[in-house]
């Protein structure tokens, strides 16, 4: 009996600690305007474009790259939880639209953008394989391409 019970703990614990995480994406307003990049765009470039999520604790992140062309693009970023992230008191969280460069630096494309909501201050977005990572002086978010 004991051996089928540590089984059965041993099944649940792998489980929980190496299936991945599957999040909710929070409703998308209306008002967004998603515009695939024109296809002669470089695929470097319109490789940005798309959804990602992930989560760094206590936040769920979802991120959209609207739109993009050579010099600009257009990210909806969304922070969703609860925790210690406050400014002046209140906790920031919901959509905010960030318009941000796109620029060519070591052979390697990257979105430049600022944001008043989350990831303050100025920041810069890269791509890695399916990974989009955010990376301010508050840190680096990593979060993974979604359909």
């Known amino acids: 009996m004991k051996i089928f019970v540590l089984s059965a703990i041993s099944i649940v614990l792998v489980n929980i600690l190496f299936c991945p995480m599957v999040m909710a994406a929070p409703?998308?307003?209306?008002?967004?305007?998603?515009?695939?990049?024109?296809?002669?765009l470089p695929k470097e470039i319109s490789a940005f474009f798309g959804k990602y999520e992930g989560y760094n604790w206590p936040y769920k992140y979802f991120v959209i790259v609207a739109q993009i062309d050579k010099?600009?693009?257009?990210?909806?970023?969304?922070?969703?939880?609860?925790?210690?992230?406050?400014?002046?008191?209140?906790i920031r969280t919901g959509w905010e639209t960030i318009n941000a460069q796109v620029f060519k630096e070591r052979g390697k494309y990257q979105l430049w953008?600022?944001?008043?909501?989350?990831?303050?201050?100025?920041?810069?977005?890269?791509?890695?394989?399916?990974?989009?990572?955010?990376?301010?002086?508050?840190?680096?978010i990593k979060l993974t391409r979604v359909p």
């Open 27 to 40: 409703p998308i307003p209306e008002e967004f305007q998603i515009v695939a990049p024109d296809p002669s």
């Open 71 to 90: 010099e600009n693009a257009i990210l909806y970023m969304h922070r969703d939880g609860s925790g210690t992230g406050t400014h002046f008191g209140k």
């Open 113 to 140: 953008y600022s944001s008043s909501h989350w990831m303050e201050g100025n920041s810069e977005a890269t791509l890695d394989g399916k990974y989009l990572k955010l990376t301010s002086h508050n840190g680096i």
